[in-house]
């Protein structure tokens, strides 16, 4: 059975809480920030493109966001998205590419749109990446 489109975010959310310890993951978008956190921005799917018995291909939008009150903040938000960190968000996830069997496979498509964001009146640094998973 192909997993659904919960099952799919449900996978995300408990590998970047295992592989980014202290970072905050929030599934929808909050009303208030406690950094640093991945928030979930964007989930998109293809539901006519099958690549096999009912799997389908999702576009999956995560921003990550610091501190910009911090001085090693933005340090930090580049820590990360570095794929060379062990316990950034993209080996959070690329370090089990099947969400535990829940998908055939995802990885990152795209990195960058670094900014600073402002939530209710507290700013911080952001970066966007793009994931690409195959259910």
Known sequence: MA???????????????????????????????????????GFTFEPHLIFGPGARRF????TVVVSSRSVNGFNDLLDLMDPSNSRS??????????LDGLVSDLRMSTTGDLRELTVGETGYWA???QFEVIG
């Open 89 to 98: 968000v993209q080996a959070a996830l690329e370090n089990d590419p099947t």
């Open 3 to 41: 997993a659904t489109n919960a099952d799919v975010l449900d996978g995300i959310e408990t590998a970047l809480s295992a592989g980014c310890p202290g970072v905050n993951v929030y599934r929808v978008p909050p009303q208030e920030v406690v950094a640093p956190a991945v928030l979930l921005t």
């Open 59 to 62: 576009n999956i939008e995560l």
């Open 127 to 129: 970066m966007t990446g």
